[in-house]
């Protein structure tokens, strides 16, 4: 099984409602589906959604970065596979979400030709899981209704953006815990909103009204590391890294300093299969359990964050994986079921994708 053609198309899908947070406004969803062809007819998809403001990538630098990759995996043997997962990550710095859209493809030929789920052939049995869904960022009001709506259609979890503001933010967290019942678990994601002060001003402000998160996702920039300490040792909410923690390196820091409680691993920081894994397993060592998350990406890759969830399933124990259900349609064909907060693996071979309906 012989690589013999790589290429890439967009991929367009509507949103149901615009994706709103302190970094940025989405409308639509626009990713690049890569497509690799082997000379015995399998194909494997592998996907990635550019991210500018977490990951520094456009459409076109992931186009770039993929073309510059291909000519080292034309040719090569899927059997080859730690050569090809070694050509992905050596031509190129950086590009996580271009690299992570290609491993998926990888991965993807691999497990078809091992005829076996993507799942399984990473170890894992797991095949049911709940995520949670992203509550946009707006007035307290329609995110009040948002949440109610959430709710209404069997989420037990929501994931709740904020940060444009720390009063704002008080004032949305206490409107929106008040209007659910308390079996309702809260999510906050400030997407770096805040300064390590203001965290914990914030925090120990709503922890006195007897709110206690899930957890705080991100509230500093994401190079504020001693931020993240200074907050873990003053509050109550546990603390959750997503932008700080793209490689095992950053990862590593953050675990020896003790500065966080959980860790959120996306396909697009780490560049994809392998180092999800890796980092998994690096928590793992340190006792610290992970969230699965996602961009608001396409249904290719989230179902990759999928398998890697079940391959992991004893560290990472939460879910973030709610982009496909935020779409209002799309155009890929898959056995996977995103049914709201249930999602379901099928034991079709790979990730269980069988076409995308415009190529
Ligand atoms: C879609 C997912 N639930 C989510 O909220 N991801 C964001 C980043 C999404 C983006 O801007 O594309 C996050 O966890 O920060
Ligand atoms: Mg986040």
Known sequence: MKISNIHTTLLHAPLKNPFITS??????????????????GSVGYGEGAPTPVITGETIGSMKAAIELIKPFLIGREIDDFDTLLHHVHSHIVKNTTAKSALEIALYDLKAKSLSQPLYRMLGGTKKSFETDITISMGEID???????????????TLKIKIGDGPQKDIERIIAIDAALGKDIALRLDANQGWSAKQSVALLQGIEKQGIIAEFI??????DDIEGLKYIKE???????????????????RLLEMEAIDYVNIKLAKTAGISQAVALADLSAEYGVKCMIGCMLEGPVSVTAGVHVASAKA??????????????ASHPVETSVRYEE??????????LGISGIESL
């Not at 907060?341 to 790979?350: F, N």
């Open 23 to 40: 970094l940025r406004r989405v409308d639509a969803l626009e990713d690049l589906v890569v497509i690799i062809e082997c000379d015995d």
């Open 142 to 156: 329609k995110m009040i209704a948002d949440c109610r709506d959430a709710v209404a259609l069997g989420y037990r």
């Open 217 to 222: 996702e991100q509230p500093v920039a994401a």
């Open 234 to 252: 003053r509050v109550e909410t546990p603390l959750l890294a997503d932008e700080s923690i793209f490689s095992l390196k950053d990862a590593r």
């Open 314 to 327: 004893d560290i990472i124990t939460m879910l973030d994986l709610d982009a496909v259900s935020l779409l």
């Open 341 to 350: 907060s249930r999602i379901l693996l099928s034991d079709d071979i790979g």
